[in-house]
């Protein structure tokens, strides 16, 4: 079932099926668990975390009050290239939880942060 309408519940699955393949993916696998960890609990935590920020971004709900651009600020440098293998994976996810409307509206907003650390992390690259 593909949800036609942005939720709690459907973030969240998108999260799973996400970070699912994030974790695997031999580019930016790596990146994400060094920095979040290999196990299942930090992995949990960090799913958590991040859905609260969609939920922040797409609902004006959630709880996080992290800084997004800061901690990826603090990675090890990383090619630019890598933003494309995480908008793809993002947009294979959404298309698994959400009909086209909401993966358009979900997916806009992705490429939007993903541009906006893009010119912050590459000065305008």
Do not use: C
Not at 16 to 29: A, P, Q, S
Not at 74 to 94: G, M, T, V
Not at 98 to 108: N, P, S
């Amino acid at each position: 079932m593909k949800y036609n309408t942005i939720n709690k519940e459907a973030i969240d699955k998108f999260m799973e099926l996400f970070y699912e393949k994030v974790r695997k993916d031999k580019d930016i696998g790596a990146i994400f668990n060094a920095k979040i960890g290999t196990d299942d609990e930090s992995w949990k935590q960090h799913k958590v975390k991040i859905s609260n920020f969609w939920q922040g971004m797409m609902l004006g709900e959630g709880d996080y009050n992290g800084q997004p651009l800061k901690a990826h600020m603090e990675l090890e440098p990383f090619p630019i290239e890598f933003f494309n293998i995480w908008l793809d994976i993002f947009e294979q996810s959404l298309d698994k939880v959400f009909d086209e409307d909401m993966k358009a509206v979900f997916l806009q907003r992705a490429q939007m942060i993903a541009k906006n650390f893009k010119n912050a992390l590459y000065r305008g690259a």
